[in-house]
């Protein structure tokens, strides 16, 4: 079935740093890759669409000057985090999907706390 | 603006017991209706929901559709306690793609 993995895992880091997330489709071209957020005991809240080649769609309150997102290839999309603070802690998840699916596969998400 | 809502937001029954969670849904135009198991990562997915009334089995767990209503239930019957997670409900849209979610039913089986 559709694999997607994110890297890293877990990350911790200083407040004012930048932090950059990767999501990979292991097994299939994702034509489309969304990030979305979770904060604790919360559903996941989409914070951009990310098409391959072209710039990502945010969603309304979500700044595009500090969650940067490059889709450079159809199995590559990665989030930076730039100058991150305390309250940018949270758990991030990427999906990946395929023009024409309904469905999208959820990687295993990154949890980042700021300190 | 489109909504999804989950009830309820918690449960907690003993292993064995058969439980229904809800999903009620307002989108402008409806594409599909999807479920996802979210234990400590990220969701897995469990179904899509696309016709009305045509129910969708896998093992314990089933789903069925209602447009008329604008909702799903997911159906969990002999429950086990690895059961126990938030079940999630996600509404696409026509041409959108993207995914909105309910804020997830949390359910605990009890041994």
């Known amino acids: 079935g559709a694999v997607v993995s994110q890297h890293p895992s877990r990350v911790i880091c200083k407040s004012g740093t930048s932090v950059k997330i990767e999501c990979r489709s292991l097994?299939?071209?994702?034509?489309?890759m969304f990030w979305y957020r979770q904060f604790p005991k919360q559903s996941l809240m989409l914070m951009a669409t990310?098409?391959?080649?072209?710039?990502?769609?945010?969603e309304q309150g979500v700044e595009k000057d500090k969650f940067l997102i490059n889709h450079a290839s159809l199995t590559l999309s990665t989030l930076t985090v730039t100058s991150a603070h305390p309250e940018d802690s949270s758990f991030y998840i990427c999906?990946?999907?395929?023009?024409?699916?309904?469905?999208?596969?959820f990687g295993p998400g990154t949890r980042l706390l700021v300190l | 603006e489109d909504k999804v809502v989950q009830s309820p937001l918690s449960l907690v029954v003993h292993e064995g017991d058969t439980v229904t969670l809800n999903c009620s849904y307002e989108?402008?135009?409806?594409?599909?209706l999807l479920w996802y198991k979210q234990e400590k990562k990220a969701p897995t997915f469990l179904f899509m929901l696309?016709?009305?009334?045509i129910e969708k089995k896998s093992g314990r767990l089933s789903s069925i559709l209602d447009k008329k209503e604008l909702s799903s239930i997911l159906n969990i019957t002999a429950t086990q306690t690895g059961d126990s997670a938030i079940y999630l409900c996600?509404?696409?849209?026509?041409?959108?793609?993207?995914?909105?979610f309910g804020q997830g039913t949390r359910l605990t089986i009890n041994p």
């Open positions: 696309t016709s009305s009334g």
């Open positions: 097994d299939f071209q994702a034509t489309t």
């Open positions: 999906s990946a999907g395929t023009s024409g699916w309904g469905t999208q596969y």
């Open positions: 996600a509404v696409e849209e026509q041409g959108a793609q993207k995914l909105v």
């Open positions: 990310s098409n391959e080649g072209s710039k990502a769609t945010y």
């Open positions: 989108v402008t135009n409806f594409r599909s």
